[in-house]
């Protein structure tokens, strides 16, 4: 299969991560006999130093021409007292809006090896596999008025708008019911019903579609007892579906159960342009330049690139089991290491993964013989 993918490495580690993930796909390229070809893009701090924007066109027509984007990391402490519209992140709020990039789906899974990693107890960690499907471009970061005004009264007062059409909840809902149809086949739907006007309505639309997929449990959620039920018993979640804010808290929290940033994978889908993928990390600027960030974020998020924008499924299934047998092994970068582990350099964790790789894929190969 030919495609072409927008590689925007960005700042910080986002080009020692980048790179380990192309040498990844080139390997997976090899294997199953296809032709992904990169067109490389500015995003961010070097898109500002170059072009004098976070964003430049050319890198946003390179995105929409593309079949799907990776994205390392943007930001570091060179930007952070440039005016508002030279932040770097300006550039990811950017890349969303112009490709509609409405559904954003985190991962979460406790790898078992990992235990030691997170503050939560292995009992309650160990088989954790869920997924945080977030609206991504609406709701109260993007309702007007969003202000500071006087009231009638003169008192300085601040309005932020929680605003959803029902077009904007009916396909952030049918992505989740989608994702849920592929995997274990339940919903859980989390929003603030007993208070909030938005989230009455939001239930009610889940219901009406919930009658287009009979196979999925569909239940509904109070966010502050989903909080709760994250962290008391996270194996009781499969997709959990919900508005912005709330799964912008509920995500993070949620990261807390796979014991290290370096871990958790992202895509941000649109209804019919290419997908956006990436780590959830940031730039991590106290480590750039020196080989040592954790790649696995983002070769988590190439798995998910290779199966949600081109069905690649056992080539994405090969990546995310080749990382679990890297790390049932031992091997650590140092942000996920203790003191007994083999601690590998970026480059060093690539090549372990992409040994794996070959070693599984040539397994499959003669099993299927
Ligand atoms: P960060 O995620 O960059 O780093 C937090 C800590 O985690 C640091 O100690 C870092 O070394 C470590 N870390 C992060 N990723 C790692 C990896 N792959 N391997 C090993 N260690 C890793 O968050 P921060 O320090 O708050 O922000 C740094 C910069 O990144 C800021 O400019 C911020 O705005 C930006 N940022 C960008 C994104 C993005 O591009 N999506 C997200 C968050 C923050």
Redesign the pocket.
């Known amino acids: 299969m030919k495609k072409q993918i927008a590689i925007l490495p960005?700042d910080?580690?986002g080009k020692e991560?980048i790179s380990s993930a192309i040498t990844v796909l080139n390997e997976i390229a090899n294997l199953f006999d296809h032709d992904f070809s990169y067109e490389y893009a500015r995003i961010g701090g070097e898109a500002i130093d170059i072009d004098g924007t976070p964003l430049p066109e050319e890198t946003i027509k390179v995105c929409k021409e593309s079949d799907a984007i990776l994205l390392g990391?943007?930001?570091?402490p060179k930007w952070d007292n440039n005016p508002p519209d030279l932040r770097?992140?300006k550039g990811?709020l950017g890349i969303r809006k112009s490709l509609q990039l409405f559904a954003n789906l985190r991962p979460v899974i406790a790898f078992d090896s990992l235990s030691d990693a997170s503050t939560l107890k292995p009992s309650v960690l160990n088989g954790t596999d869920l997924m945080i499907v977030r609206e991504l471009t609406g709701g109260i970061y993007f309702g007007q008025p969003s202000e500071r005004r006087k009231a009638k009264s003169g008192e300085e007062i601040a309005v932020d708008t929680l605003y959803y059409s029902r077009e904007e909840i009916e396909r952030i809902v049918r992505k989740g019911f989608e994702l849920a149809a592929l995997r274990r086949r339940k919903l859980t739907s989390v929003d603030k019903a007993n208070v909030l006007e938005s989230s009455r309505m939001w239930r009610e639309i889940v219901d009406e579609i919930a009658h287009e997929y009979p196979g999925v449990e569909v239940s509904h959620m109070l966010v502050d007892n989903a909080a709760m039920q994250l962290i008391r018993n996270p194996k009781q979640f499969d997709v959990i579906v919900t508005e912005n804010m709330f799964g912008d808290i509920l995500s993070d929290e949620a990261a807390m159960l796979t014991g290290s940033?370096?871990m958790l994978s992202s895509a941000s889908l649109s209804a019919n342009g290419p997908g956006l993928y990436?780590?959830a990390?940031?730039?991590?600027?106290?480590?750039a330049g020196q080989n040592k960030?954790?790649p696995l974020?983002t070769l988590l998020s190439v798995a998910m690139m290779l199966k949600y924008s081109f069905g690649m499924n056992n080539e994405g299934s090969l990546i995310e089991k080749s990382i679990e047998c890297v790390l049932e092994e031992g091997y650590r970068?140092a942000?996920l290491a203790d003191h007994s582990e083999l601690i590998l350099s970026t480059d060093e964790m690539t090549n372990k993964v992409i040994e794996t790789i070959t070693i599984l894929h040539k397994s499959t190969k003669m099993s299927a013989n």
């Open positions: 960005g910080g580690i991560i990391a943007v930001g570091g770097p992140e990811l940033l370096g990436e780590p990390h940031g730039s991590a600027p106290d480590i960030a954790n974020a970068t942000d």
